[in-house]
């Protein structure tokens, strides 16, 4: 099924959300899968493309998402997810109230600041910052293999 993370049995499926699918959650994706984690990322209204300088930040971190493109959010990924991190976006006032529902037993906000039109410096911040909540959901969850 196309755009389904590859899930060994009992491995933990985070959905990482937020509006444009553009920056925080392709970060956050990038990190968690390359921790191990089953993870994906969507948005509830996706841009065109992944933010330049989201890509610039993360290729100081070895992650490439040059290629990268924004997926719109489905009940499909909802479902199939175990926990959906939402990234401090406003996704509730675009969200379809059905997916909402869905949400809202597996949601966690994380409450982070959009690096949409910040300089590199911010968003090596907040890359920083995503990258020490995904550690931390690591080690306190034991999501990896």
Sequence with gaps: MAGRPDVSPGRVRVLFVCVENAGRSQMAEAFAV???LAAMSAGTVPAGSVNPTVVEAMAEKGFDLSLKVPKMLTMEMIDQADV????GCSVEEVCPRPMLNR???KVIDWDLEDPKGKPLSEVRRI???IEKKVDDL????????
Excluded: F
């Excluded at 959906?84 to 990234?87: K, Q």
């Excluded at 690591?138 to 293999?145: A, E, K």
């Design 127 to 129: 890359r920083d910052e």
């Design 103 to 105: 949400m809202q037993k």
């Design 34 to 36: 390359g921790r191990g």
């Design 84 to 87: 959906v991190m939402t990234m």
């Design 138 to 145: 690591v080690r306190s969850q034991r999501l990896v293999r």
